[in-house]
């Protein structure tokens, strides 16, 4: 049973660009949150995904979307980068509101 | 605004030593996780505290809820090199409320 997969693991982007970054929750979850880690910072919630619907957002701009799949997977999508947002991004899974399992995350780069 | 403080940010030790993390918050949480990160790894949960003066063991783990629910310590017996990682403490205010997480504490444990 495979947990939860991101892809890429690595990124690397300059300012103004557009990245996409993919989540597969573990088998048998249906809701996905996306988390922003900065180096030598706890992560930061960005959003939650449930049945397709966007559920809950933390306070990030609207430069950051995201998506889900009927089969529960999930894109976060950034807008015109920044360099702050060089970062781990992480992905979660969980069924409902139970137990949350992370991804390895995407270490994505910003120059 | 929900804010979780985790201390020491930083702890250095030699094996076999004993310690303590602590997460203090002014809010009170329904439910508390801890969570270990390994460096390039998404974070691992090694407990979820929900009632107000909760002790729970893991092995040489002891975490403790606070009794208004605002506050919960990790104690560490005889640290062993694999012990080695960011600790993490996230809270919920209510279940489906997105996920706070601390700064962390980055643990090293010297053999």
């Known amino acids: 049973d495979a947990g939860v997969t991101q892809s890429p693991t690595h990124l690397i982007k300059t300012r103004g660009q557009q990245v996409t970054l993919r989540c597969s929750p573990k088998?048998?979850?249906?809701?996905v949150s996306w988390y922003q880690q900065a180096l030598g910072q706890g992560p930061q919630f960005i959003f939650q995904?449930?049945?397709?619907?966007?559920?809950q957002r933390g306070n990030f701009p609207d430069r950051f979307s995201g998506h889900q799949f009927p089969n529960y997977s999930s894109e976060l999508n950034v807008n015109a980068l920044l360099l702050g947002d060089s970062a781990l991004y992480l992905c979660?899974?969980?069924?409902?509101?139970?137990?949350?399992?992370f991804g390895p995350g995407t270490r994505l780069l910003v120059l | 605004t929900q804010l979780l403080e985790q201390s020491p940010q930083f702890l250095s030790i030699q094996e076999g030593e004993n310690l303590t993390v602590y997460c203090n918050s002014s809010?009170?949480?329904?439910?508390l996780q801890w969570y270990r990160q390994e460096p390039g790894e998404g974070p691992v949960l090694l407990v979820t505290?929900?009632?107000?003066?909760e002790v729970k063991k893991l092995k040489r783990l002891t975490f403790q809820f606070g009794d208004a629910r605002k506050d919960s310590s990790l104690h560490i017996t005889a640290a062993q090199p694999g012990d080695t990682g960011l600790y993490l403490c996230?809270?919920?205010?209510?279940?489906?409320?997105?996920?706070?997480f601390g700064p962390g504490t980055s643990l090293s444990v010297i053999p």
């Open positions: 088998s048998g979850h249906d809701t």
């Open positions: 979660a899974s969980s069924l409902a509101a139970g137990t949350q399992y």
């Open positions: 809010s009170v949480f329904s439910s």
């Open positions: 995904y449930y049945e397709e619907e966007e559920r």
């Open positions: 505290v929900v009632t107000g003066g």
């Open positions: 996230a809270g919920e205010e209510t279940s489906y409320d997105k996920v706070i």
